[in-house]
C-alpha cells in the first residue's frame, strides 16, 4: 500500500494495474492483487497529478495541475505530449480519443487526442465557478461545478452550446455515466441520477430534470432515498 503521507487523488485500473495519481508526487502504480504490491514506476515531467483516465488502448490522459494535461505512455514510463490549459487541470475523462478536463477555475476543455503524440484543444467553456469532475458523451459535455451541474451540445467544430443547468443542493464535484439517457454525479450528503433529454433543443432547456436524494449510508447498510421531479413536462 502507499504511503499514509501521501496526498492521494484519482485511480484507474488499467488491466492488472492500479494508477494512483498522487499531488507533487507524479504516479504511482500498485499491482491488482490481494496485497497490492507497488511496482517501480516513474515518469518524468509531471509535477501535480490529480487525476487520469485510460485513453485507448496503450495511454494515460493525466490532469496535472498547472501543467495542464499530460499523455503518458505507462510502458514507457513517459510523457509523450502535453496541453497548455488555463487554470489547474484537475478532473479527466476519456471517451475513445476524446479527452475532457475540468480545470476548476478555468472552465472546461475537450480535447481531441485521437493521436496521443498531437492533442489539439477542441472546445472550451467557462463556468460561473470551479470546474470539477467533467464527462464526455457522444456529442455532449457534461461537469460537476459545485452549486450546480451543467451540459452543453458540442456543435460546429466542436464548440459547446449551453443545454441547461441543474442546482446542486449538495455541491456536486464529480459526474459518471450511468446508463443511456442517465448520469451519476457525487456530492457531499448525495449521490444523484439525473435524467438527460437526449432529444432536448438547444439553450436554455433544463435538461436533467430528475435527482436522487439519500443521506450517507455504509457498505452493507439499507439506502433509503428520496425522488424528486421537475420539469417532467
Known sequence: FLDS????EGMRTVGNTLYVAVHQKGLRALQVAADLPEQPFAVTGLTDSWDLAPLQESYLAVA???GGLRIVDPAKQTVVATVALPGRAAYVATLGGMVAVGALGGGVHVVDAWNPLKPMVQASASLPGDAYGVMVRGGQLFAAGGHQVLAWTLGKGGKPVPRGTLRSEHYALDIQNF??????????QSVRRLAVA???PAGGYLVLPSATYA?????GQQLHAT?????VG
Open 5 to 8: 503521507s501521501l496526498r492521494v
Open 215 to 219: 443521506p450517507l449510508a455504509n457498505v
Open 198 to 200: 437526449e432529444s432536448a
Open 64 to 66: 496535472d495541475g498547472e
Open 179 to 188: 446508463t443511456e439517457g442517465q448520469v451519476l454525479t457525487t456530492e457531499f
Open 227 to 231: 425522488v424528486r421531479l421537475a420539469n
